[in-house]
């Protein structure tokens, strides 16, 4: 079933951003919404990752930010924002499927680390936004709702207790036992926040927490928030003072 696409007046997409940690249901939760609303479905991690099948494709270390800069510069990418049709590419190779390799996820947290190419990245994300064709897009990934897309209209942490994000994890990764996921799932968490606070909900970012909900019921409480948040009414900056 799809819901009536929500939208407001105005040339652009409605940007719906979605932050969370990992393992907190994201990616699944984010296109679902998409797909009911008739929006369009950004994953942003899709580019730190596929620029780290880049690098490690010329055999470069991750670890090392001049190496990961002078690489993007032929990172050729690009991604479909089709919840239905979802593909990633670097040149003409399609990578939707080796970006989710072990040897990837080890080591995109070096990529994404490098400012420059975070800056890069996020310029990226706001073209394809803006030229996505869409009524709206459910942009999703971490730092989306401070840095990437701090004016949307839709801010949403979704989040979860930590057993519940690494069980969600394991259950999705059949190549590697439950504690191995956990334990990549704690690491990748603790490096990214050095350089993104992914945790705490900023002023204006609305919590969901998914810990006792299903599937569905993270998917309607999402939708929920994103239909209050687009029928209350604009504020006029000059009768608040701002």
Do not use: C
Request: charged residues 20%; without cysteine; glycine residues 8%.
């Amino acid at each position: 079933m799809t819901d009536p696409a929500i939208t407001r007046p105005g040339p652009d997409p409605v940007v719906v951003a979605i932050d969370g940690p990992a393992g907190s249901g994201k990616s699944s939760v984010s296109k679902q919404v998409a797909r009911r609303l008739g929006y369009g479905y950004l994953d942003t991690g899709a580019a730190y990752r596929a620029l780290a099948w880049h690098a490690l494709e010329r055999g470069i270390d991750t670890s090392d930010a001049a190496s990961v800069l002078d690489v993007s510069g032929d990172f050729d990418y690009a991604i479909s924002l089709d919840p239905d049709a979802y593909w990633v590419r670097v040149g003409t190779s399609d990578v939707t499927d080796a970006i989710r390799e072990p040897r990837v996820s080890d080591a995109v947290s070096g990529v994404a680390r490098v400012p420059a190419v975070r800056q890069s990245v996020n310029a990226l994300f706001r073209a394809l936004v803006a030229r996505s064709g869409r009524p709206g897009v459910v942009v999703e990934g971490r730092d989306i709702t401070t840095v990437v897309a701090p004016d949307a209209p839709v801010r949403i942490l979704l989040t979860a207790a930590p057993e519940i994000r690494a069980a969600r994890r394991s259950a999705e990764v059949t190549t590697q036992d439950a504690a191995t996921v956990a334990a990549a799932l704690h690491q990748r968490d603790a490096s990214d926040s050095t350089v993104v606070d992914f945790l705490t909900a900023a002023p204006g970012v609305e919590v969901v927490d998914s810990t006792p909900l299903d599937f569905d019921q993270t998917v309607d409480a999402v939708l929920g928030v994103i239909q209050a948040a687009l029928s209350a009414p604009a504020v006029d900056p000059q009768q608040t003072g701002a």
